[in-house]
């Protein structure tokens, strides 16, 4: 089983070549989608009017549901109650749901502390999946280890922890962190690939071959015409 979101060329091509059968996964129905945000939303009594809302603007899509109701509860639109249950916090005709997965993503990272969405950013700029020691290095100037632990743990609607280390992080889905990734101006984005170039290369000074396809994607991001040159040539003669 090849799980991935998107179709690209490349996993087209990945199909064909060895004659895979594809299974593409439909919307939810109304009635599956209703159920789903009922569980997430834990009412003790079940809003229908807000599921109902929640419903329409996810068009069937689980992880559209999962995202809105993360961004309720990170939004303190609904909290526990007495019960241990969740509840609305304000009536439910004040509540504005976002009718786009962008919008709903943006709504949910502003909720987030400051440092939460800079570990974000940063953490989009390495990658979908990344690794600790790079993330802690883009922010070591500003965001001590333990604030990025902090931070990490509190974006936990974005990001999920890939080993029991805790060295290895991934978004939960790509199209968390393309949406996130452009948030970042060019500039900044042109100057944190850079950065990871940089650290890349002091980390594999002694054989830099093994990073070459990740310092090859940097400098692309960067817009670095010579690093894009010297590290594909680079990639040719591996």
Partial sequence: IVPVSRESNTVKRLYSLNNMKVLR????????????????????TPDKLLIAKIVAASGGNPMYIEVIVDSLISGKRI???????????????DIKIPYTIENVILVQLNAL?????VICKNASVIGRTFSLDV?????AETISPAVV??????????????????????FKDATMRDVIYKTII?????????????????????????????LLYYAAEAKDDDAVVKYTKLAAEN
């Fill in 79 to 93: 909290a526990k109650d007495k019960s241990g249950h969740n509840c609305l916090v304000s009536p439910v005709d």
């Fill in 135 to 139: 993330l802690e290095a883009l922010v």
């Fill in 149 to 170: 632990e902090q931070s990490l743990a509190e974006a936990h609607g974005f990001i999920i922890c890939d080993n029991a280390k805790r060295t290895l992080f991934t």
């Fill in 25 to 44: 996964l439909a919307h939810l129905r109304d009635a599956t989608a209703a159920q789903l945000a009922a569980k997430l939303l834990d009412f003790e």
């Fill in 186 to 214: 060019e500039s900044t984005r042109k100057s944190l690939n850079t950065a990871i170039i940089n650290y890349l290369e002091e980390k594999y000074t002694d054989n830099i071959r093994p990073a070459v396809g990740k």
């Fill in 113 to 117: 502390s400051y440092e939460a969405q």
